[in-house]
C-alpha cells in the first residue's frame, strides 16, 4: 500500500475545518441549552423586536415612580407561575365560568401592579399587536424590576401563551404562605418541580417589597415557647413589629418592610437578618431556624456572598420561569391582559 503523504497546507486546512465543526457543535449545544419547553430568549426577535425594550420602559418608569411597585411585579410573575405555571391566569378577570385568582386568600390585598401591566401591554399592542404574550409581559417585568433594584440580570425565556382559565383554588393552594411549615415550603415548591437551593435563593426576593400585619401578626402575639415570645425573633425587632401591628385595634393591612435595613435595595440584607433574628415571616425564619435542615447552610452562604445569591436568584427565576409554559398552538395571546380574546 502506498505511503499517504500530507502536505503542511492539507493539514491546516483539515484543523480549520475540524475546529469550526467543534465550534458548530458548541454552538447547538449552546442554542438547545438556551430553549426549553418551547420558549428561546429570541423568540420575538423578528416578529417583535423591540418587545423587551418596551417592557423595561414601562417598568423604569414605574419603579422610578414609586420604588416598591419593583416587589409587586415580581410577586405577580412568582404566584402566576406557582398556579398552573407560568401562564398569566393571574392577570384575568371574573368570568361566568371561573373565579379570578385575584381574590385567592395569598393574593387578596397582596398582589398589585396590574395597571402596569395593562399600560406595557397598550404599549405593545400598538408595537405589534397580537403578538407578545401577557405570560411572557410578566417574566420580563420581573426580571427588570429586579434590575432596577440592584438586583442581577439574566436572559428571560420566551415564547410563552396565555391561559383560558384561572384557578382561584390552585392559588389557594399551591402558593406558600408566610405561616407555612418548612415541609409545607419545601413539598410547594417541590410539586413545581423547584429544589431547596430554588426555596431558599427565591425567598431572597424578600430583600424587597412589604407585608401586611396579618401575614407575620402570630409570631408577636400566638407563637410563644414556655410562654416567652418566640425565640428566633430579636426581642428588640419585636418591640417594633408591636408598635406597628398592635394586638387589638389596628388594621391589620398596615404594611411593614420585608428587609427594615434596605427595602427597596435587592440586596443579601435579607439573609443577614434571618440569621439575626429579624426574618419578617415565619417562612422566612424557619428557613434558619430548621435545624439539621440544608437551608441553613444556604442561608449563611448567600449572607456572605452577594454573588452567590445573585448567580443562583437568576438561575432560580429562570427554572421558575419555565414552570408548565404554554406554547404552540395552546392557549392564546391576549389583546387585553385581563380577559380571554
Same mark, same amino acid.
Given at each position: +500500500?502506498?505511503?499517504?503523504?500530507?502536505? =503542511?497546507?492539507?493539514?491546516?486546512?483539515?484543523?480549520?475545518?475540524?475546529?469550526?465543526?467543534?465550534?458548530?457543535?458548541?454552538?447547538?449545544?449552546?442554542?438547545?441549552?438556551?430553549?426549553?419547553?418551547?420558549?428561546? %430568549? %429570541?423568540?420575538?426577535?423578528?416578529?417583535?423586536?423591540?418587545?423587551?425594550?418596551?417592557?423595561?420602559?414601562?417598568?423604569?418608569?414605574?419603579?422610578?415612580?414609586?420604588?416598591?411597585?419593583?416587589?409587586?411585579?415580581?410577586?405577580? %410573575?412568582?404566584?402566576?407561575?406557582?398556579?398552573?405555571?407560568?401562564?398569566?391566569?393571574?392577570?384575568?378577570?371574573?368570568?361566568?365560568?371561573?373565579?379570578?385568582?385575584?381574590?385567592?386568600? =395569598?393574593?387578596?390585598?397582596?398582589?398589585?401592579?396590574?395597571?402596569?401591566?395593562?399600560?406595557?401591554?397598550?404599549?405593545?399592542?400598538?408595537?405589534? =399587536?397580537?403578538?407578545?404574550?401577557?405570560?411572557?409581559?410578566?417574566?420580563?417585568?420581573?426580571?427588570?424590576?429586579?434590575?432596577?433594584?440592584?438586583?442581577?440580570?439574566?436572559?428571560?425565556?420566551?415564547?410563552?401563551?396565555?391561559?383560558?382559565?384561572?384557578?382561584?383554588?390552585?392559588?389557594?393552594?399551591?402558593?406558600?404562605?408566610?405561616?407555612?411549615?418548612?415541609?409545607?415550603?419545601?413539598?410547594?415548591?417541590?410539586?413545581?418541580?423547584?429544589?431547596?437551593?430554588?426555596?431558599?435563593?427565591?425567598?431572597?426576593?424578600?430583600?424587597?417589597?412589604?407585608?401586611?400585619?396579618?401575614?407575620?401578626?402570630?409570631?408577636?402575639?400566638?407563637?410563644?415557647?414556655?410562654?416567652?415570645?418566640?425565640?428566633?425573633?430579636?426581642?428588640?425587632?419585636?418591640?417594633?413589629?408591636?408598635?406597628?401591628?398592635?394586638?387589638?385595634?389596628?388594621?391589620?393591612?398596615?404594611?411593614?418592610?420585608?428587609?427594615?435595613?434596605? =427595602?427597596?435595595?435587592?440586596?443579601?440584607?435579607?439573609?443577614?437578618?434571618?440569621?439575626?433574628?429579624?426574618?419578617?415571616?415565619?417562612?422566612?425564619?424557619?428557613?434558619?431556624?430548621?435545624?439539621?435542615?440544608?437551608?441553613?447552610?444556604?442561608?449563611?452562604?448567600?449572607?456572605?456572598?452577594? %454573588?452567590?445569591?445573585?448567580?443562583?436568584?437568576?438561575?432560580?427565576?429562570?427554572? +421558575?420561569?419555565?414552570?408548565?409554559?404554554?406554547?404552540?398552538?395552546?392557549?392564546?395571546?391576549?389583546?387585553?391582559?385581563?380577559? +380571554?380574546?
Amino acid at each position: +500500500m502506498a505511503q499517504i503523504k500530507h502536505s =503542511p497546507g492539507l493539514t491546516l486546512q483539515f484543523l480549520s475545518v475540524l475546529i469550526t465543526g467543534l465550534a458548530l457543535m458548541l454552538w447547538i449545544q449552546t442554542v438547545d441549552a438556551q430553549s426549553c419547553n418551547g420558549l428561546s %430568549h %429570541h423568540f420575538y426577535y423578528k416578529s417583535c423586536p423591540k418587545a423587551q425594550a418596551i417592557i423595561k420602559s414601562v417598568v423604569e418608569d414605574a419603579v422610578r415612580k414609586e420604588a416598591g411597585m419593583a416587589a409587586s411585579l415580581l410577586r405577580l %410573575h412568582f404566584h402566576d407561575c406557582f398556579v398552573k405555571g407560568c401562564d398569566g391566569s393571574i392577570l384575568l378577570d371574573d368570568t361566568s365560568s371561573f373565579t379570578r385568582e385575584k381574590t385567592a386568600n =395569598p393574593n387578596r390585598n397582596s398582589v398589585r401592579g396590574f395597571g402596569v401591566v395593562d399600560q406595557i401591554k397598550c404599549e405593545l399592542e400598538k408595537a405589534c =399587536p397580537g403578538v407578545v404574550s401577557c405570560a411572557d409581559i410578566l417574566a420580563v417585568a420581573a426580571r427588570d424590576s429586579v434590575g432596577f433594584s440592584g438586583g442581577p440580570f439574566w436572559k428571560v425565556l420566551l415564547g410563552r401563551r396565555d391561559s383560558r382559565s384561572a384557578s382561584k383554588s390552585g392559588a389557594n393552594n399551591d402558593i406558600p404562605g408566610p405561616n407555612s411549615t418548612h415541609q409545607t415550603l419545601e413539598t410547594k415548591f417541590k410539586r413545581q418541580g423547584l429544589n431547596v437551593v430554588d426555596l431558599v435563593a427565591l425567598s431572597g426576593a424578600h430583600t424587597i417589597g412589604l407585608a401586611r400585619c396579618s401575614s407575620f401578626k402570630a409570631r408577636l402575639y400566638n407563637q410563644t415557647v414556655n410562654g416567652k415570645p418566640d425565640p428566633t425573633l430579636d426581642t428588640t425587632y419585636l418591640k417594633h413589629l408591636r408598635a406597628v401591628c398592635p394586638q387589638t385595634g389596628t388594621d391589620d393591612n398596615q404594611t411593614t418592610p420585608l428587609d427594615p435595613v434596605t =427595602p427597596i435595595r435587592f440586596d443579601i440584607n435579607y439573609y443577614d437578618n434571618v440569621v439575626a433574628g429579624k426574618g419578617l415571616l415565619a417562612s422566612d425564619e424557619i428557613l434558619y431556624s430548621t435545624k439539621g435542615s440544608r437551608t441553613v447552610g444556604l442561608v449563611e452562604s448567600y449572607s456572605t456572598s452577594t %454573588h452567590a445569591f445573585f448567580k443562583q436568584f437568576a438561575a432560580s427565576m429562570i427554572k +421558575m420561569g419555565n414552570i408548565n409554559p404554554l406554547t404552540g398552538s395552546h392557549g392564546e395571546i391576549r389583546k387585553n391582559c385581563r380577559r +380571554m380574546n
